[in-house]
């Protein structure tokens, strides 16, 4: 009952801090809901094609990593899983564990095993992070080139910990002993708040790890790359739609400050947090205010809000046709 009372809770509170956040959002930055409602409008059906077109290839490519990261997975039921599990993470509180037990359901159904489905979330994990981080790294790299220091100032001082996580990431790979010395700093650390055996595990995650991107690395790779392309590319036209004119130097740093929040999860899919700091980043490196807040929202109408109509049907397509193999085994080649 306590546990239910406080999901509930939970919920309840998450859904307002969204709801809050993102009704704050033009406020914030110093527009006003309908400068930016006026913007929005202005966006023709050809363009929302458009702009749906980038954003599936976008998953497509994606999906090329999934399937890498688990050998006998297709691509189909690569992106079936990306965007099922994006619609549970979307809609509830700390919802990536629930989308993760629906992925490991669905993986099992069609017949890999447990082990398999813990390295592959294991790789996937590890690259997301890395891909984040990476972008968020190179994005502090060159703000000295790109921008000018009054135009970023000292804000870009909260990213100064990414080069040292991506640095530790790339020894622990390359090094049994750092996998090793790191789980034993992190033992310290963590253990002050409960028990952890990550100095002998973080060296099994490692060689698990290995193993996979050793034969998959490539798909992997340019996977990777061609998504975060693609969402550079997404981010760049849901502007240009709008006739709000941002530099590709801008919108780089702003995708990294973008894949930064989405690290936050404090309401389901960083709802608010991502809307909120990323539109501030933007309106801190010279965007119109109302032109910020309405290029981000239509940003986040594709790669958050239309996860979630879009994982859903095909969460129940899935449900429906897998209790029909149940009764009839012949279905099973179509089913996934």
């Not at 599936?56 to 990261?69: D, K, N, R």
Request: with cysteine.
């Amino acid at each position: 009952m306590r546990t239910s009372r406080s999901r509930l809770v939970t919920s309840i509170l998450s859904v307002s801090l969204t709801a809050a956040l993102v009704v704050f959002l033009p406020r914030a930055v110093g527009a006003t809901w309908s400068e930016v409602g006026a913007l929005l409008v202005q966006v023709s059906p050809a363009s929302l094609v458009l702009l749906t077109v980038v954003w599936i290839a976008g998953l497509w490519a994606h999906s090329f990593v999934l399937a890498a990261s688990l050998p006998g997975l297709t691509k189909r039921r690569g992106l079936t899983l990306s965007l099922t599990g994006s619609a549970v993470a979307n809609v509830l509180p700390l919802g990536g564990a629930a989308g993760t037990a629906l992925n490991f359901a669905m993986v099992r159904r069609w017949g890999f095993s447990s082990g398999r489905f813990g390295s592959f979330l294991a790789v996937t994990t590890l690259l997301n992070v890395v891909s984040k981080l990476g972008v968020i790294a190179l994005a502090l790299g060159l703000v000295p080139i790109l921008h000018s220091a009054s135009a970023f100032g000292s804000a870009s001082l909260f990213l100064l910990p990414v080069p040292v996580a991506v640095a530790a990431g790339i020894g622990i790979l390359a090094d049994e002993r750092v996998a090793v010395a790191v789980g034993n700093a992190l033992d310290k650390v963590i253990g002050k708040l409960r028990p952890t055996r990550l100095r002998e595990q973080l060296p099994g995650l490692r060689r698990l790890v290995l193993n996979v991107m050793r034969t998959g690395w490539r798909p992997m790779t340019a996977g990777m790359i061609a998504y975060l392309a693609l969402q550079l590319a997404l981010l760049w036209l849901c502007f240009q739609v709008l006739q709000v004119q941002v530099g590709l130097p801008v919108l780089f740093t702003v995708l990294a400050v973008e894949r930064l929040l989405t690290m936050v999860p404090i309401t389901p899919g960083s709802a608010g947090v991502v809307e909120v700091g990323t539109t501030a980043a933007l309106v801190a490196l010279g965007t119109d205010p109302a032109g910020a807040a309405a290029g981000l929202l239509l940003f986040r109408g594709f790669t958050y809000l239309m996860e979630i109509p879009v994982g859903g049907v095909l969460l129940a397509v899935w449900s429906w046709l897998h209790r029909r193999t149940s009764s009839d085994p012949r279905l099973e080649a179509v089913a996934g």
